[in-house]
């Protein structure tokens, strides 16, 4: 999804070098990117032939080589923008649920740790969407060039997201109490095990038992 994103903006905003582009996701976006990444990304994209490196502007810093989108560039992303999104909803088997089914072989302390710092992991990234959603709000105040400010929706959805999650791992939480509480006691694995009589051995014991008067 990046590099359609960064051939977007060179699309629609002009040439650009790695480090505007770099601000004008995380302002336009939200999007949290390394400069590593987006150098490449456009990388990449040169290699195949969507952008291409043009010439910096009169007085421009000459260390911030500028890149422009070529015609099968603009291609690409016309292409990609008016096809259906291919993960428009989120698969219902992902990593965290995948976790969860193994919490009931972990000791219950373990589990209760497990469950406590992904509640805690969940509510800071819930306050840092929130912060982003305040400063987008205070930038759409002020005015960023968009035509379409997206970022604050996107931040609201992102939010609904946390808000959920919160709700599956309290949920989760509660049943993890419960069969704690209730659940079969694990074997002490100090303990040996006796082996199961053979049919044989069982006949020899019950021979040796004393008849009952």
């Given at each position: 999804m990046m590099r359609y994103v960064m051939l977007g903006l060179?699309?629609?905003?002009?040439?650009?070098?790695?480090?505007?582009?770099?601000?004008?996701?995380?302002a336009r976006i939200g999007l949290n990117l390394s400069i590593g990444n987006v150098y490449r990304e456009l990388a990449h994209l040169v290699t195949d032939g969507l952008v291409r490196s043009t010439q910096n502007p009169a007085g421009a810093d000459p260390r911030r080589a500028p890149y422009e989108i070529s015609p099968a560039g603009i291609a690409a992303f016309d292409s990609w923008l008016s096809a259906p999104p291919t993960k428009a909803l989120?698969?219902?088997?992902?990593?965290?649920?995948?976790?969860?089914?193994?919490?009931?072989?972990?000791?219950?302390?373990?589990?209760?740790k497990i469950i406590e710092r992904w509640r805690d992991e969940l509510a800071i990234h819930g306050k840092t969407l929130e912060r982003a959603k305040e400063a987008a709000a205070a930038t759409r105040r002020g005015g960023n060039g968009s035509p379409i400010d997206v970022l604050p929706f996107f931040l609201g959805r992102w939010l609904r997201h946390v808000a959920v999650d919160l709700e599956f791992i309290e949920q989760l939480r509660v049943a993890h109490e419960r069969w704690a509480e209730t659940g079969p006691a694990s074997p002490d694995p100090k303990s040996p095990r006796r082996p199961p009589l053979r049919a044989q051995d069982d006949l020899h014991v019950r021979r040796a038992r004393p008849v009952a008067q």
């Open positions: 060179l699309r629609h905003k002009g040439p650009r070098h790695g480090y505007a582009l770099l601000k004008e996701v995380r989120a698969p219902h088997h992902d990593e965290f649920c995948a976790r969860a089914f193994f919490l009931g072989h972990a000791e219950p302390s373990v589990g209760r």
